[in-house]
């Protein structure tokens, strides 16, 4: 499965262990003042910790649901 569509040109063909550890500025359309929000608020510094975040996973279950 190839992500590249949905990241910056210097994350792509990178493996998902590498895409896991970049930083979520990687994402297309994340920015640096994005991720450091991020940071500050939820102390998320990778792609991983954003996809792990015990607050965004119950928000997707939360959506999930009521669709």
Known sequence: MSF?????????????????????????????????LLLKAFNIKTIKDLGTNKFFRTAQAIAAIAE
């Open 4 to 36: 590249d569509a949905k990241l910056d040109q210097a994350f792509h063909g990178k493996s998902a262990q590498e895409l896991a550890d970049a930083p979520i500025s990687a994402i297309k359309g994340v920015t640096d003042a994005d991720a450091e």
